[in-house]
Each structure stands twice: as C-alpha cells, then as structure tokens.
C-alpha cells in the first residue's frame, strides 16, 4: 500500500513540478492568437473552454491500454508501478504536451505534417501511411473490445455482432460532426462513469483490505509466468502503453490544440490529462496484483482466460463494486475505449485532409475522406482481436518513439534544453527495436542477438543525432538562424 501511496503523489508532483519545467522550455505566450480563434471553422476548429477540452483530451488518450495494459502488466509484478509512475511524468505527459504545442504553434497541423516539418519530407510521407493506419487499427480495436463488454453485460438481449454494428455507427456519426455536436456534449458523462470508476474502485480497495504487493529491491524481478518468452525488457513496455507512454495521444493532441484559446491552458489539457491517465493505469495495476491474492495468483487467472483482460476486469468490477457499481464501473471501462476509437477516425480523417489539403468544412468533403477510413476499420474488425491487438501496441510505441525524436530535433533547432525528451527518445528506441526484433510478431530472434541488435540501434540514433546537432549548430546558429526558419 506504501507504494502505491508514494506512487500517486510522484504522479501529482510530476503535475505540479516537472510540467512547469518543460512549460517553461517551451515557452508559451498567453497573447499569442491560438488556431482555434484565428481558423475557427465550426467543424474541427472550434474555441472551447479548458475544462471540456481537458475532458475531452483525457477520454480520447485513455482507451484500453491503461485498464487493459494496466491489468496485463500487473503480471510482471510490482516493476509495474515503476514503468507507470516514471514513464507518465517523464516521458508520456512530456511527449503529450510538445506534441500539443507544436500543433498551436504550426496552425493546429496534424502530427504526420510535424514531423515532416522538422524530420524531413521522406519522413513525413512514411508517417502519412504510418500514421493512418494506426488510426483505423485503433478504430478497430476500440470496436471490438467495448462491444466484447456490452455483449457480456447484455448476454440475453444484444449479442456482440449487434454492439459492433452500434459501436461503429456512432463512430461515424464522431468522425462526421462538428466536435462540439457530439463529442463535446456525450464525453462529460463518458467521463463522469470514468470518474466514478476510478474512485469507487480505489475506495473500495482501501476499504477491503486488499493487500498490495511493495516495490523493494527484492520484488524487483520478472513474475510473469513465462519468462523466457515475457522478458520484463522490452515486453512490459510494450504492454503498458498508454499508462506511460503512446504515440497514439500525439495524434490526439493536435485534435485539442485547435480548440484551445490560450497556450496557458496546454499544461493543464496535455501534461495534465496523461498524469490523470496514469493514475488510472496505477488503480488497474494495483487491483489486478491484489484482488487475486498476488501476482502469481494473477498470472493463473489470465492464463486460465487466454490473457483475456477483459474478464479480469469485469470479475473485479462486479466483486468490489457490486451488481450496480460493477455496471457503472463497466460504463466507465466501456467509455475509455469508445472515446478513444471515436477521434481515432476523426484524427485519420484530418491526417488525410491535411495530407490532401482539401478542407473539411462541406459534408461530402468529410464523406470523400471518412468513407474508404471506415471501409478498411470494419474489415479489421474481422480479423482475431489479440492479433490486432499485438501490432497495435509495438506500431503505437514506435509512433511515440519517432514523435520524441521530432520533439528533441524542433527543441534543438530552437537552442532550448533537448536532454528531457532526448533520454526517452532512445530508450524506447531501445524497446520498440528490440521488441521488433525479438517478439513472435516481430523476427522471433534470440533474446541475447535482440538485446545486442537493439542497443546499437539505440547508440547509432543517438550518435546520428548528435552529428546532426553539430551541422546544424556550424551551418545555422553561428548566422543567428534557427533550422525552423529555413523550412518557412
């Protein structure tokens, strides 16, 4: 319970503390015109107040992964709550926030169209596609795994085929929309049965004395029950994904960024909304260690249900939040997923629009993009949910991955401190690389050759980025320019 305690109040300090710092990095100019005011559109730019786009941020990046992801990587043991706590503050809600500003700052732009801006145009092509396709897996995803619930709370009256079909109508109804229409008037009780999730179930895990396993030097090792094939390094990193750290949410932020009215609310609405997701993370992780009586108790459960987190959840919910509180709990969990698949197609749909440079104002502007979107989302739906599942988790943590490089190039191209996105830039190099390299979706290769392969990829990205800093120091600092200006 100790580390639990100690585990949220570094998730509140990382808010209080370390996002001022990296404001201040960044530098912010409560003056200064937002997109949402000087492109209002009444589709996609749209002034909100900070409050509802906060929400809004919150319920796009919290989908699954951390009650999913928090849940599976609670069989790792309580290593868990480490990733979770120093991932959120120091890499995730970091890599949140510039990814949020960078859209203010280039006119609301999409992250594919950042990145080319400061990674080159080779770059921002592969991203297009990259990117795109992340969106409609993650469409996809969030389809297939709120319907999986609905179905087990409905078992006698709609069966799944039936909740797909709902699920994905409203996502094109979100995807269509002015976000003011439908998204900025569901998401407050999308949010408030989250809320109620969160809270009902860390009081009733005080109340029941659950106990939770303590992060010491002796617990520190792998409790997964295969671990020859489960390595804490890369695997945990891979699994707890949006508790820590996601490339997903960059997509999301630039989402918000065009209907925020002020920069000085970009702290409150990124780094703010990812520590939040953090501590849902934390809840899941630290139920899912305890309500089974250990880790290891843990890891027969998951095993006995093929991994199926789905199950742990809704058991957990039921047992400590009752018949009633389970079904609001499940909303919640439901919610989480829905609202993160909804604005996955929304984001594909304006990736392709900035791609395209066809505005989004005119309906059968939105239908010419959205439909091919939806075409390929409902083919992946038929396709088995954990396959989809594995690629989903090693493709968002590469996105994170190059979103941090981009990061660390634009804050040295602007001479301002690069080190604090620079650290985690290699090290999840190091993970989604070796993580390629060594899972079975990857290349299957030994853990001793991936483990090699990986770290000198990470030392040749740093190296590279290094000598990059350097020609760029020699051929545009010394004439008083910033690289930036030379793409304007």
Not at 112 to 118: F, L
Not at 248 to 276: D, W
Request: aromatic share 16%.
């Amino acid at each position: 319970m100790i580390t639990f305690i100690i585990s949220i109040i570094v998730l509140l300090l990382g808010y209080f503390f370390y996002s001022k710092i990296i404001e201040r990095i960044q530098g912010i100019d409560e003056t200064r015109e937002t997109p949402a005011i000087s492109m209002k559109d009444g589709v996609d730019y749209m002034p909100m107040p900070w409050w509802r786009i906060f929400l809004i941020q919150f319920l796009n990046i919290a989908g699954l992964g951390p009650i999913f992801g928090a849940v599976a990587g609670a069989m790792w043991g309580p290593v868990a709550f480490l990733w979770i706590v120093l991932g959120s503050v120091f890499a995730g809600a970091v890599h949140d926030y510039f990814s949020g500003m960078l859209s203010i700052k280039h006119k609301g732009l999409s992250i594919t169209e950042i990145v080319g801006i400061y990674m080159g145009v080779g770059t921002k092509q592969f991203m297009r596609g990259f990117t795109v396709l992340l969106m409609v897996i993650v469409g996809a995803v969030f389809i297939m795994g709120p319907a999986k619930i609905l179905s087990g709370l409905t078992p006698d009256l709609a069966t799944m085929t039936f909740w797909v079909w709902v699920v994905f109508i409203y996502y094109i109804l979100a995807t269509m929309l002015p976000i003011d229409k439908l998204i900025g008037r569901i998401y407050p009780v999308f949010g408030a049965a989250l809320v109620f999730m969160a809270l009902g179930l860390i009081i009733a895990l005080f109340a029941k004395g659950y106990h939770i396993p303590e992060l010491n030097f002796a617990s520190i090792h792998n409790y997964h029950v295969d671990t020859e094939k489960f390595p804490i390094f890369p695997m945990l990193f891979i699994t707890i994904a949006c508790g820590a750290i996601s490339g997903f949410h960059a997509t999301q932020s630039p989402l918000m960024a065009r209907c925020l009215t002020n920069e000085k609310y970009g702290r409150r609405v990124f780094y703010g909304a990812m520590i939040t997701e953090g501590v849902v993370a934390l809840i899941w992780a630290a139920i899912g260690m305890s309500f089974y009586g250990g880790v290891l108790q843990l890891n027969e459960v998951m095993n006995a249900h093929d991994g199926n987190a789905a199950f742990i959840v809704n058991e957990i919910s039921n047992s400590l939040l009752g018949k009633f509180g389970g079904f609001l709990a499940l909303l919640g969990v439901v919610a989480a997923p829905i609202t993160s698949g909804d604005t996955a197609f929304r984001s594909a749909r304006l990736i392709v629009a900035d791609f395209l440079n066809y505005k989004q104002g005119p309906i059968k502007n939105r239908l010419f993009v959205s439909i091919p979107l939806f075409v390929i989302g409902f083919f992946l739906t038929q396709i088995d949910f954990s396959i989809i599942w594995r690629y989903f988790a090693w493709s968002n943590q590469t996105l994170a991955m190059i979103v941090l490089w981009t990061i660390t190039v634009y804050l040295a191209q602007e001479r301002k401190f690069y080190w604090v996105t620079l650290i985690p830039a290699v090290f999840m190099t190091a993970v989604t690389s070796t993580y390629l390299l060594f899972a079975p979706e990857g290349f299957s290769l030994s853990k001793e050759i991936s483990y090699s392969v990986g770290a000198f990829i990470s030392l040749a990205a740093l190296l590279g980025f290094f000598i990059y800093v350097r020609k760029i120091r020699k051929i545009y600092f010394n004439n008083g320019l910033t690289v930036s200006a030379h793409f304007k």
